[in-house]
């Protein structure tokens, strides 16, 4: 079993920053890929950007030159650089994980991000 936990969210203004935090804790013999989704109220949860083990990223066009992921291995931990947010940011987001040859699929609780005036 792999457990999530995840800090970092909040309130701030537009145009501001904030970092998320993930750190995998568990039975983990081989992390695959380490992510961040969001889902905002009433859309469907969407993924924001994703790193695998050899540190190749993936992010979603919207948040492409704002945000950014990064992972230590070593602590099974995962980072999610926000800045310059916008109010369409606002959101629940959530860590990921894949875990072992199946890719066995792990989610955090949820942290709430709001960017508002």
């Known amino acids: 079993q792999v457990r999530l936990l995840e800090s970092g969210g909040g309130l701030v203004q537009p145009g501001g920053s904030l970092r998320l935090s993930c750190a995998a804790s568990?039975?983990?013999?081989?992390?695959?890929?380490m992510g961040w989704f969001r889902q905002a109220p009433g859309k469907q949860r969407e993924l924001v950007a994703r790193?695998?083990?050899?540190?190749?990223?993936i992010y979603a066009d919207s948040v492409k030159g704002r945000f950014t992921i990064s992972r230590a291995n070593a602590k099974n931990t995962v980072d999610l650089q926000m800045n310059s947010l916008k109010p369409e940011d606002t959101a629940v987001y959530y860590c990921?994980?894949?875990?072992?040859?199946?890719?066995?699929?792990?989610w955090g609780q949820g942290t709430q991000v709001t960017v508002s005036s």
């Open positions: 990921n994980v894949e875990v072992g040859i199946n890719y066995s699929n792990y």
């Open positions: 568990g039975t983990i013999f081989s992390l695959k890929t």
């Open positions: 790193i695998i083990h050899g540190g190749s990223t």
